[in-house]
């Protein structure tokens, strides 16, 4: 069967699997996601929406980095927020292929419920590679790939002379109707529950592979389009993502061998399943962040603080990466040394900051814990 990809087999593409394996994962799949959802409602509007701008952010930055492609997180975040038009400390401008990938997963979040068409998926794929190049390589944009020169288009990893082939995409004359038969699939009434048919979209889009690039990125937003359709809103609580970037090695390993295999693909949405419910575990962390940050400033002791302080302090509590020092936050904030080190010292003076190690200008600064449990 190594030599045969599953879109070569007679029964393509009708799907199978074995109902009786997946219906109590299903159940608690469904049970996990009402609790979620429900939790979430309580919440209240403004903390939903930190959320909503937390997980998809994570979603934007773990799914361009399965693909190898490290964004930046202010950037991201800056991006999404405006577009939700949330109002947020500190926003920065984005590059055009951040801007473009920030658009297509908020096209597929926000308007879920709108029919998914071929021009949609263009301005999708076109969006992500505004200058026609994916790094140093110009590639077709903005329409199906057309490799007639050099098909098959392959997966390949390893050296010159050590490559494996770990799949070969159907060539290019077949893929307008192979995404026709796909589109009026996923845009039709069906009887499939909506996460299994997440599930089942997700293979059979990167299987069909219609792209010179980006496929993959544009697999997990089709994917996260149907989780949408599944949880009826277009908040986002959890990262399936972040979650599959956790889990890469098995999730490329189950593409693979689910591509090389039958037509009962019970095995694929079972892991998928599987990577689903751990997204809702890493729920947990976002939620408690999210609170977090609302109880700080919901403090009184925030009160009067300027616009610079308010930057810096949320830096800290979206995760500041490395050691937070008064050049950094000079840098950051964009004033000057004595400037900084006058502001930090003023939130050490109201207990907010805590110095971390000896001093000079390689001190560093951590939020002081007990200031969210103050009143």
């Not at 996990?32 to 979430?40: A, I, N, Y």
């Amino acid at each position: 069967m190594s030599g045969i990809y599953i879109y070569q087999l007679k029964g393509w593409p009708n799907f199978q699997w074995n109902n009786e394996v997946l219906t109590g994962i299903l159940g608690d799949i469904r049970f996990r996601q009402g609790r979620l959802l429900g939790s979430m409602e309580g919440l209240g509007f403004n903390l939903q929406d930190e959320a909503t701008l937390a997980t998809l952010t994570l979603d934007v930055l773990k799914s361009s980095e399965i693909e190898g492609e490290i964004l930046d997180h202010d950037q991201v975040r800056s991006s999404i927020a405006r577009r939700l038009g949330m109002e947020v400390a500190g926003l920065i401008p984005a590059d055009r292929n951040v801007e473009g990938i920030v658009e297509m997963m908020l096209d597929a979040t926000q308007h879920y419920d709108r029919t998914l068409t071929t021009e949609r998926l263009f301005g999708w794929q076109a969006s992500m590679f505004p200058t026609g190049f994916s790094g140093m390589y110009k590639i077709v944009v903005g329409t199906w790939r057309n490799n007639a020169k050099d098909d098959p288009m392959q997966v390949v990893s390893g050296g010159m002379g050590r490559e494996k082939v770990h799949f070969q995409a159907p060539d290019a004359d077949s893929l307008e109707a192979e995404m026709n038969q796909f589109l009026r699939w996923f845009n039709s009434e069906s009887t499939i529950d909506p996460i299994i048919k997440a599930a089942v979209a997700h293979l059979w889009f990167v299987t069909i592979h219609p792209f010179d690039d980006g496929n993959g990125r544009i697999a997990r937003a089709i994917t996260d389009m149907q989780l949408s359709r599944a949880d009826e809103t277009s908040r986002r609580f959890y990262s399936m993502s972040a979650q599959i970037r956790i889990e890469r090695k098995a999730y490329y390993d189950m593409l693979e061998r689910t591509q090389k295999g039958t037509m009962d693909i019970t095995e694929w949405i079972t892991w998928f399943l599987g990577c689903l419910s751990r997204a809702f575990n890493a729920t947990a962390l976002t939620l408690t962040a999210v609170i977090k940050k609302a109880r700080f400033w919901n403090n009184t002791a925030m009160q009067e603080l300027n616009s610079r302080q308010k930057l810096m302090l949320n830096k800290l509590l979206d995760g500041f990466d490395g050691k937070f020092t008064s050049s950094k936050w000079g840098k950051i904030a964009k004033c000057s040394h004595d400037t900084a080190v006058r502001d930090i010292q003023d939130l050490i003076d109201r207990n907010i900051l805590l110095k971390d190690g000896a001093g000079g200008r390689s001190t560093g600064y951590l939020l002081n814990e007990a200031i969210f449990d103050a009143k």
